[in-house]
């Protein structure tokens, strides 16, 4: 099983879901409604955020502060 969120605030699987709040399908339930063939879910991805603003160690030193 894996999470997934819907774009817009609709009924999924017969219970109704909100946007931006993740639950679980399986494979099976999210094939018709993810992509590439649907548009209704997507999956929920874990993005851990980077203290150097995604910036690699030497464009993190050269970043230069807002004037």
């Given at each position: 099983m894996?999470?997934?969120c819907v774009r817009?605030?609709?009924e999924v699987?017969?219970?109704w879901r909100e946007k931006?709040?993740?639950f679980?399908?399986?494979d099976?339930?999210?094939e018709n409604l993810a992509p590439p063939f649907g548009n209704?879910?997507?999956p929920v991805t874990e993005q851990e955020e980077s203290p150097d603003g995604g910036f690699d160690g030497p464009k993190c030193?050269?970043?230069r502060a807002a004037q």
């Amino acid at each position: 099983m894996k999470n997934y969120c819907v774009r817009i605030a609709c009924e999924v699987l017969g219970v109704w879901r909100e946007k931006d709040k993740p639950f679980q399908l399986t494979d099976k339930q999210a094939e018709n409604l993810a992509p590439p063939f649907g548009n209704v879910v997507f999956p929920v991805t874990e993005q851990e955020e980077s203290p150097d603003g995604g910036f690699d160690g030497p464009k993190c030193r050269d970043r230069r502060a807002a004037q």
